[in-house]
C-alpha cells in the first residue's frame, strides 16, 4: 500500500514550457486535490476531484488544469508555465479515519519556473 | 475571503514544557477544524480533527475550540525535540463527512529546546 504517489519529485522549466503533474492514489479514495505551497503562504487548493469524472476549481486555478483519468489518477497540467508556479505542489486524497475524512499527503513536486 | 490566520513564529519551547499554538478564522459557519504537522521537506500529515466546543485529547495532543470567538488552538505537552515541525491550522468551508474543502493557515514553525 504506497497511499499517495507522485511524479515527478524535482523538475525545471522553462517560462513558456508545458508539463503535467502526475499523482496516484491505491487507498480507493474517491475525493482527491492539488495544493500549491509557497513560503508565507500556506497550502492553497488549485483543483479537486470530489469522484471519477468531476473536477472543480479551488481557490488558485488559473494557469492550471486538470484530469480525473480514473479513480486512482489526477493530474496536473502546466499548459505555459510561469515563474509565479514556482512552489511545491501536492497532491491529497481523502479517505474515512475513525469518525471523520482525512486528506493524506503525497510527498510533493518542487517545481522551477525560470 | 475564507482566511485562517495564524502566528508564524518561530516558537521555541523548553523540552518538557507545553507548546500552545493558536488559530483564528474568519468563516463562522466552519465546522470543523484541523491540525496538520509538517516537518522541513516533508509532506502534511494529520494530527487532530475537531467539531465540537470545548477540548478533545489525544496523548499529549489537545485541541481546543471555541466557536463563539472563532479560535481553534492546539496544546502539546511535554514537548520533544521530535515535535519541532510547523502545524499548519486547517479550517473546512464544505460539507461535513464527504465533501471537505479546507483553507490552511500559513502555520507555526515550533522548535523544541533541549
Known amino acids: 500500500n504506497a497511499g499517495v504517489t507522485q511524479t515527478p519529485k524535482f523538475q525545471v522549466l522553462k517560462t513558456g514550457q508545458s508539463m503535467t503533474l502526475q499523482c496516484a492514489q491505491d487507498m480507493n479514495h474517491n475525493s482527491m486535490y492539488w495544493y500549491r505551497q509557497d513560503p508565507g503562504m500556506g497550502l492553497r487548493l488549485i483543483y479537486y476531484?470530489?469522484?471519477?469524472?468531476?473536477?472543480d476549481k479551488g481557490e488558485v486555478p488559473n494557469g492550471y488544469n486538470v484530469s480525473r483519468l480514473n479513480k486512482r489518477e489526477f493530474s496536473l497540467r502546466l499548459e505555459s508555465a510561469a515563474p509565479s508556479q514556482t512552489s511545491v505542489y501536492f497532491c491529497?486524497?481523502?479517505?474515512?479515519?475513525?469518525?471523520?475524512?482525512?486528506?493524506?499527503f503525497g510527498p510533493g513536486t518542487r517545481l522551477t519556473v525560470t | 475571503q475564507k482566511e485562517v490566520e495564524q502566528n508564524s513564529g518561530p516558537l521555541s519551547v523548553p523540552e518538557g514544557a507545553i507548546a500552545s499554538l493558536n488559530c483564528t478564522y474568519s468563516d463562522r459557519g466552519s465546522q470543523s477544524f484541523f491540525w496538520y504537522r509538517q516537518y522541513s521537506g516533508k509532506s502534511p500529515e494529520l494530527i487532530m480533527f475537531?467539531?465540537?466546543?470545548g477540548d478533545k485529547e489525544d496523548g499529549r495532543f489537545t485541541a481546543q475550540l471555541n466557536k463563539a470567538s472563532q479560535y481553534v488552538s492546539l496544546l502539546i505537552r511535554d514537548s520533544q525535540p521530535s515535535d519541532s515541525a510547523t502545524y499548519l491550522c486547517a479550517v473546512n468551508w464544505g460539507s461535513n463527512f464527504g465533501n471537505e474543502k479546507l483553507t490552511f493557515g500559513t502555520g507555526t514553525r515550533l522548535t523544541i529546546i533541549p
Open positions: 491529497a486524497s481523502k479517505g474515512r479515519r475513525l469518525s471523520s475524512y482525512e486528506q493524506y
Open positions: 476531484s470530489a469522484s471519477e469524472g468531476t473536477t
Open positions: 475537531i467539531y465540537s466546543n
